[in-house]
Every structure is written in structure tokens, then in C-alpha cells.
């Protein structure tokens, strides 16, 4: 739930930046990456920066396990330093510069894609943030109206082919078969996500029929019900600003939707609780593949 909760916050940061026309730049980066591991196993004194050390990518079969790890991967990407940095702010300022006339949209995505992930900037989070930056991409050149596409749940259910494909452009310069592979998937993600959003409005009118029955008459519980679909998980103080109430108001409203089972609080935290739609949620967690 906290990975969950860090990806909806970094991509939140991510497309409100587009929408302020801050550019998207290393330090942006640097800033995502954070976000997304902060509280996490994967967080580190390191983590917002790009690495400093070297890393490896998977592991070559057959090889002996007391094999250097460095000798065993299937592939190392560049080492740290100055060209690792160089190469990272070159390829946003590419990624910057409408290519439409030049490239059809989803292929310099996929070029994109390809470079981030050769680079492997981050300790960790660069299949995820990597994965985000395809629709920030696409939101930023006009491709997309809105930045509701996801893209995850195809390309991670095709993990193995997903890497060989990658591979096979290093390797093999095989980017018509990158290229192919990577369109289908954002074809088949783009299908699978409207099933997503008709899914969210058909929970969104339910619930809201919960309420409905009930003896709450107040608006503004059918606007938290509202609020709880545009939102993964949420604080009582985000209800009060969402919602534009007073506090009490926003904890008595919340109390009354965990009693009709609409929501529901996270376990194990005691303080500033975060509360969350389990039905919202199920959705949300589809595979879509």
C-alpha cells in the first residue's frame, strides 16, 4: 500500500509540473524518485540523486553463483559519474522537443523508454519511473488529453519479454521488434484502462447509492464519495481541503462512510491515518492485461 500510495503521489507531482510548464528535467527526476521510494524498503541515503555506485541488470542463466555479479549479469548498464549524468539530462532535453514531425509519437516514446532504461539512473524505482515517463511523454506532446493512461500492470505481466525486447536493442539493434512490441502495449493498455474508468464509475455510482440509502443527507457525502474514487488513499486533513469543511466536519464524514464499510482505515498506522475505498481500490489493482 505505501509503494501504491508513493506511485499515485509521484505522478501527482509529475503531471502538475507539465501543467505549471515546469520543465521536465533531471532534478524533476531526482525529485520522482523520492517520492517513490520514501518509506519504503528500496529508501537509502542515496535515494534522489542519481547513483553513485555501479548496478547490474538480472542474471545470465548457467552461470556459477560464485560468479562476480558484474560477470553474471545479463546486462551492466553505464557506470556512475559525469557521463552517467550527462547522458540522463540529454535525454530529457530530447525528450523536451516536440518530435511529431519527425517521429510518430508512440515510436519516440519508445525511444525514450529504451534510453531511460539502458541508463538506469536510480538505485532504484527506473522500471516505474520509467513506466511514467511514457505517459508524461505523451501528456507533454499533446498525444494524450488527459494523463489517464497506465501502462504498468501489460508491461509488467510480459516481464521477461519486456526485458529481451530491451535487450535485443542493445544487443541486436532490434528496434523494429522493440518498437512493435512496445505499441501493442500501450494499444492493449490504452483498451484495458478505459475498462478501468468505466469500472471506477460504475463502483462510484454504487457507493454513492450506499449513501443514498442511508440516513446521511448531507452533499458532501456523496462528495466524499468522490473524493475517494480520485483518490488512492487519503487524510482527514486532505478531506478538509478537498472538501473545503472544517476538520470536525471532515473526521465526522469519514467516520460515517467506515461505518456504512465505504471506507475503510489503513492498518498498522495510529497517526495522521490514511483511509482508503477497498472497492476504489480492487479496481485499481486489476492486472488489465
Not at 558484474?70 to 559519474?81: C, E, I, K, L, Q
Not at 511523454?137 to 489517464?148: A, C, D, I, K, V
Amino acid at each position: 500500500m505505501r509503494e501504491v500510495i508513493n506511485y499515485e503521489l509521484m505522478a501527482e507531482h509529475a503531471f502538475l509540473a507539465v501543467e505549471t510548464q515546469r520543465p521536465v528535467a533531471v532534478p524533476m527526476l531526482c525529485e520522482l524518485q523520492k517520492t517513490l521510494v520514501t518509506g519504503t524498503p528500496h529508501e537509502r541515503p542515496a535515494s534522489g540523486g542519481v547513483r553513485s555506485t555501479q548496478v547490474v541488470v538480472g542474471r545470465r542463466t548457467n552461470v556459477p553463483e560464485s560468479e562476480f555479479a558484474v560477470v553474471a549479469a545479463r546486462f551492466v548498464p553505464p557506470p556512475p559519474g559525469l557521463d552517467l549524468e550527462v547522458r540522463l539530462r540529454d535525454l530529457m532535453d530530447w525528450l523536451r522537443v516536440d518530435r511529431t514531425v519527425d517521429f510518430d509519437p508512440l515510436v519516440a516514446s519508445a525511444m525514450v523508454h529504451y534510453q531511460f532504461e539502458t541508463l538506469h539512473p536510480f538505485h532504484d524505482g527506473n522500471g516505474r519511473l520509467g513506466r511514467l515517463l511514457i505517459v508524461l511523454q505523451l501528456y507533454l506532446t499533446g498525444t494524450l488529453s488527459e494523463p489517464t493512461l497506465t501502462v504498468s500492470p501489460w508491461f509488467e505481466s510480459r516481464r521477461s519479454e519486456y526485458q529481451d525486447r530491451l535487450l535485443a536493442v542493445s544487443t541486436r539493434g532490434d528496434w523494429d521488434g522493440w518498437t512493435a512490441f512496445f505499441a501493442s502495449g500501450l494499444a492493449e493498455s490504452a483498451t484495458a484502462t478505459r475498462r478501468q474508468m468505466l469500472a471506477l464509475v460504475q463502483v462510484q455510482a454504487e457507493l454513492r447509492d450506499i449513501v443514498r440509502t442511508s440516513k446521511l443527507r448531507a452533499d458532501t457525502a456523496h462528495a466524499l464519495v468522490d473524493f475517494a474514487v480520485s483518490q488512492v488513499a487519503f487524510t482527514v486533513r486532505e478531506v478538509e481541503r478537498g472538501l473545503l469543511v472544517s476538520y470536525g466536519r471532515a473526521n465526522q464524514l469519514v467516520d460515517s462512510l467506515v461505518k456504512l464499510g465505504i471506507l475503510r482505515p489503513l492498518s498498522g498506522e495510529t497517526y495522521n491515518r490514511r483511509f482508503y475505498a477497498p472497492r476504489v481500490l480492487s479496481v485499481l489493482l486489476e492486472t488489465g492485461s
